[in-house]
């Protein structure tokens, strides 16, 4: 516990000194494994990240591991197995052989105890002749074991149309661009486009951004970056999924690149993010622009009764090899109730709850699962702010423009909401007094300092700004 609690403080500082972007690009899936005679074993998922952390940020990590894991004197990056199980509760259909995944759970990242079967193999993209490999596909992602809400019904339908357009047909929706928090399905959604379209005998290549980045990087270095070019651009669909941690400007000009000749040439492109494209600040504004073009969809959060359906749906998948394991409507509503965030704590609940009924020998009663799912309610974090969203607000509040906060105004009516707005941005977000300077439109990170300093003097003199400032933030927080 002492050494995860260590870990913790070693991510919290590395994100508050780099920033939540770079933190959640290059160390947001860096883990410590073990400490062995005082070195810290840490593992990130592709060889892109370690050359990249090593490259830049290597003295840094061992610096902060150090001071926060008592006994550690160095660290040693490597790339996880490939092949590690990840295994997970999977969701079983009325009618269907055997047991399906739910929208939001990732293989690779929702793990569970010795309920869970065993995945089925993994059958890798279609690659062209010349043997361009993708990442992998899961084949229980489809459309077929994707559970379809309020919330993700426009996205489904979207999905679904661009997998089974007709063919010679042009495209309808180019690129396709799904964005949504964590856990709620883009994955699902952008394997099963690449199955459907795979069936129809196209060839699909399915990447992340890492393995677009290590790609590229790979070809320049082998010198067959023109032959990486031609064979990405000789596909049906490219599915690209988690553009946000896209880094590096001449990859990103690449991937531009890329984009413009499959959509100029007729072929389909679908896209996932965490965020609107918009709001992607570390891309060029070019890719910005190119994925705004085509059809932005939203994935919003689970709803009550899409939660619910998740749940009785895992549940029916543990009972496959527990039978004894029943969970009544009412616990079933009260873990709905209480859990709201995403699919993955969904299935941790379930895990919970299948723990407590097979250890204890006791059925699940509200009783029992308030108390199995306890961390899990009480792990939920503040809403996260972004500046986006306190710059929307102030401007609407202030009935000014979102451009006017950013440009160079400098009337009474627009001075004030821009200095209120970095102000809120500097208390409520972890943002460098340079990267909310950027944010505003390129401004020095000693304009940033002026602004709230000068909010703060004026909130304490001026009970009407002060009650302002504090509903902003309210409104925020909720």
């Known amino acids: 516990m002492d050494r995860d609690e260590a870990w913790d403080r070693v991510r919290r500082r590395l994100r508050a000194e780099l920033g939540d972007d770079v933190f959640s690009s290059w160390f947001g899936r860096l883990d410590l494994v073990e400490v062995i005679d005082g070195v810290a074993q840490l593992s990130v998922p592709t060889r892109f990240l370690k050359s990249w952390i ?14 926060e894991c008592e006994g550690v004197a160095e660290i040693n990056l490597f790339v996880r197995s490939a092949q590690r199980p990840a295994i997970r509760v999977a969701a079983v259909e009325s009618g269907a052989g055997g047991p399906r995944p739910q929208p939001g759970m990732r293989s690779s990242e929702s793990k569970v105890g010795a309920s869970a079967p065993s995945p089925e193999r993994i059958q890798p993209a279609l690659a062209d002749a010349d043997g361009l490999q993708g990442s992998p596909l899961d084949r229980r992602l489809t459309f077929s074991s994707f559970l379809v809400g309020r ?22 929706y180019n690129p396709l661009y799904v964005h949504s928090a964590v856990g709620l399905g883009k994955t699902h959604l952008l394997q099963a486009v690449a199955h459907e379209v795979i069936a129809s005998g196209k060839r699909v290549i399915y990447l992340t951004a890492d393995r677009f980045m290590y790609g590229f990087v790979a070809a320049l270095k082998a010198q ?14 490219l599915v690209i999924d988690d553009v946000q941690f896209l880094q590096g400007k001449s990859i990103q000009q690449e991937f531009c690149h890329t984009i413009n000749a499959l959509i100029d040439a007729g072929r389909q492109v679908v896209i996932a993010a965490d965020r609107a494209p918009g709001e992607l600040e570390s891309l060029d504004e070019r890719v910005r622009s190119r994925l705004a073009g085509g ?3 939203e ?3 689970l709803d009550e009764q899409l939660r619910i359906k998740i749940l009785e749906t895992r549940i029916a998948a543990a009972r496959v090899h527990h039978q004894s394991f029943e969970v009544s409507p009412a616990v079933v509503g009260y873990v709905a109730r209480m859990i709201t965030t995403n699919g993955r704590d969904l299935d941790g609940a379930v895990n ?12 699940a009663t509200v009783e029992s699962a308030e108390t199995a799912i306890r961390d899990l309610v009480r792990s939920r974090e503040p809403k996260k702010v972004r500046i ?22 400098r009337s009474a009516g627009v001075v004030k909401p821009r200095q209120i707005a970095m102000y809120l941005s500097k208390q409520l977000t972890l943002r460098s007094l340079p990267e909310i300077g950027r944010r505003f439109g390129g401004r020095d990170h000693t304009t940033v300092l002026h602004a709230v300093r000068k909010i ?13 400032v504090e509903l902003l933030k309210r409104m925020l927080q909720e």
Not at 352 to 363: E, K, M, P, V
């Open 456 to 468: 703060e003097g004026c909130v304490q003199a001026d009970p009407s700004l002060r009650d302002d």
């Open 295 to 297: 059809l932005v969809v």
């Open 224 to 237: 067959t970056a023109i032959a990486f070019k031609e064979r990405l651009r000789g596909i049906d669909l």
């Open 54 to 67: 090593q490259a830049h940020y290597l003295d840094r990590v061992r610096t902060l591991v150090s001071a």
């Open 352 to 363: 919970r709850l299948l723990a407590h009924t097979t250890l204890s020998g006791s059925s």
């Open 151 to 172: 919330s993700n019904a426009l996205a489904h339908a979207a999905g679904e149309r661009v997998a089974r357009i007709e063919a010679g047909a042009p495209p309808l």
């Open 299 to 301: 994935m919003g959060s």
């Open 388 to 409: 986006e969203d306190i710059q929307k607000l102030v401007a609407t509040h202030y009935n000014v423009s979102r451009a006017d906060i950013l440009s160079s105004r």
